[in-house]
């Protein structure tokens, strides 16, 4: 059983950045897998970035984000980060972050995440 809780999330002005965090409770986290998830008003959940397991460092971005997010993990502190800069408006949303078990190629889609956590909400003024 894992447990997931964002933070990070605020208002921040179109071309900012922010780092959001998702702490994880266990003790095998770097045995999970972690995607973030956005949804925007009237629109679906949608795949933002992932990363695999443990160290091995590899990771998948949605189209809308390469170049400008970027994903990372400190499994000593049971924590990843997505770094996003260059923020538009259409990035505002609430973020969720995900964890699977045991993938050496993180999943992007919904259903291959078992736990969530509750989101955090990101405001990008124009």
């Known amino acids: 059983q894992v447990q997931l809780v964002e933070s990070g999330g605020g208002l921040v002005q179109a071309g900012g950045s922010l780092r959001l965090s998702c702490a994880a409770s266990g003790r095998t986290f770097s045995s999970y897998a972690v995607g973030w998830f956005r949804q925007a008003p009237g629109k679906e959940r949608e795949f933002v970035a992932a990363i695999s397991i443990g160290n091995i460092g590899n990771t998948n971005y949605a189209d809308s984000v390469k170049g400008r997010f970027t994903i990372s993990r400190d499994n000593a502190k049971n924590t990843v980060y997505p770094q996003m800069n260059s923020l538009k408006p259409e990035d505002a949303a609430v973020y969720y972050c995900?964890?699977?078990?045991?993938?050496?190629?993180?999943?992007?889609?919904?259903?291959?995440?078992?736990?969530w956590g509750q989101g955090t909400q990101v405001t990008v003024s124009s």
């Open positions: 995900a964890a699977t078990h045991l993938r050496v190629v993180p999943p992007i889609r919904e259903s291959d995440y078992a736990y």
